[in-house]
């Protein structure tokens, strides 16, 4: 696991996010940072195909 310190510091995870949000948020973040892995329940709603 390792954090990319610079990436969140330009992004950080907004209060009151709306799933939307935190889905885009949780995939840019995988992108560049492994700090930790996206919450199972956002990754089945993923599934679901709100955001590809
Ligand atoms: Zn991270």
Redesign the pocket.
């Known amino acids: 696991m390792k ?2 310190k610079e ?2 510091l330009a992004h950080p995870m907004v209060h009151n996010a709306t799933l939307q949000q935190r889905i885009i948020w949780h995939v840019d ?1 995988q992108r560049n ?4 892995p996206i919450p199972d329940n956002l990754l089945s709603l993923m599934n679901k195909d709100i955001v590809k």
């Open positions: 954090t990319n990436w969140h973040h940072c492994n700090c930790r």
